[in-house]
């Protein structure tokens, strides 16, 4: 029992700055990077980017599955052990298959710009080129939705 209280303690510091990025990166009004209330296609599309490639471990540039998938498992350790609803979904098979559109299990730069480009597009609703709060609302409530 104290093994495995320790082995916990060890998983949590290893992976502290991990959870702390998640929390920055994956809610949409954090990207804001100049805090004007609204974010830019480019805020956007650096803070994701940033974000996904923290799983390039051995740095040469594009995400392999492996990567992608022992990055995957520790957000998603971390948030279950923040108690957050539907972690165990975090960057399953269907956020590895947008990613990697031309499936040839690596995700680029390019690839990630591709995905990034058409979800600030959904997302922007009124079409003005930036996601204000109130559209980022909208698209955490319907995240949380797609959740339950
Ligand atoms: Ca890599
Ligand atoms: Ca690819
Ligand atoms: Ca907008």
Redesign the pocket.
Known sequence: MKSLAIAACFALSATAGLAQAQSRHTSVPKADANATGNVTLQEYQSSREAFIMKADTNHDGTVSRAEWDAFAKAVRHDLDLGGVKGAELIGQGSWWTAL?????????HA?INALTAAKFAQYDLDKNHLISRAEAQQVREAAQAALH
């Open positions: 990697d559109a031309n499936k040839d299990n690596m995700v680029t690839e």
